[in-house]
């Protein structure tokens, strides 16, 4: 991307609150690797609070694809990407959250319109064909500046602001229906955006977060990275991971144990049952 794209694309995130990407931050050969690795790393990821998958409901997510390597930080670091994330934020990002989601079953209500005002640019790489089959995200443009009046009251997550479709009819939509594998979308994190209903399972994409610098430097977060990945990061990457704020210092933020990346994922339906037990028995059990 030259100066005057990144110039171009800067503008229509700040007006929009969204920029769509089909031109060069993911390649397809990165797309099929991320596809190969996620294929592995799903049967070997296990399930825990820190870096395993929900079972019980229609997504899982493997919280920390740093720890699959190169591939993945070539792609949430991309020198571009960052580059267009400084030129936005006025000074250098970092990377406060990064997952690899894969939708495991259909969904009749999708993910509801909602915003989630933390500061935050959102970063969605998609490794599979968007449509509205397998679930595309839609995003309500402008509605990071002109919010509509208040957000419901009556949801029974309180993770994010949520919207009704209803509130939402003045607004133009961008759909990520009909964008091929390789789409990058960057996305103000306080623009209203939705997935609806979808069919078909099997979307996978990489969620990631990014704050400006000043506000990383007040955030808690985790990454978790081998060694061999940390010696291999080009300065300007191990700057956008926080590697260099002075928190790191006492180790709290990167985690570097193996054998938390190690595990046996078994995705068969008596294993999923078992796992919606153990959930039930941890959740209601009288201690
Ligand atoms: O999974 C998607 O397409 C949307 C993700 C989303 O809603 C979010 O990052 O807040």
Redesign the pocket.
């Known amino acids: 991307m030259n100066q005057k794209a990144e110039h171009d694309a800067v503008n229509i995130l700040k007006g929009e609150g969204l920029f769509v990407d089909t031109g060069g931050l993911l390649s397809a050969e990165k797309t099929d690797k991320i596809i190969e690795i996620s294929r592995n790393s799903f049967r070997r990821i296990r399930f825990n609070d820190q870096d395993g998958s929900s079972v019980i409901s229609s997504t899982q997510y493997i919280d920390h694809p740093l720890c699959f390597g190169r591939d993945v930080f070539d792609i949430v670091l991309n020198r571009e990407l960052l580059s267009l994330l400084c030129s936005y934020f006025g000074e250098e990002p970092v990377l406060t959250s990064c997952r690899l ?1 894969k939708k495991i079953l259909p969904h009749k209500a999708g ?1 509801l319109p ?1 915003r ?1 005002p933390d500061k935050g640019i ?1 970063v ?1 790489h998609y490794f599979t064909d968007c449509s509205k089959n397998t ?1 595309a ?1 839609q995003f309500y443009l402008g509605s990071h500046i002109n919010p509509p009046n208040e957000p419901l009251t009556d949801v029974k997550v309180d993770d ?1 602001d949520y919207f009704s479709y209803v509130q939402l009819n003045n607004f133009n939509i961008a759909s990520l229906d009909g964008y091929p594998r390789g789409t990058t979308a960057i996305f103000n994190r306080s623009i209203i ?1 939705s ?1 609806p209903a979808y069919s078909i399972p099997g979307r996978i ?1 990489i ?1 990631s977060i990014y704050h400006p610098r000043c506000i990383a430097k007040t955030l808690k977060y985790n990454h978790l990275i081998n060694i061999s990945s940390i010696r291999c990061l080009e300065d300007y990457q191990a700057t956008s991971l926080g590697l260099d704020l002075p928190e790191m210092a006492e180790g709290d933020k990167i985690i570097l144990d193996k054998a938390q990346i190690e595990g046996v994922y078994d995705s068969s339906i008596l294993r999923r049952l078992f796992w919606v037990f153990r959930w039930f028995v941890s959740t209601f059990s009288i201690r």
Request: hydrophobic share 45%; charged share 10%; aromatic share 0%.
């Open positions: 989601q993910i909602h989630d959102g969605i679930g995200t994010a955006h997935v994409v969620l």
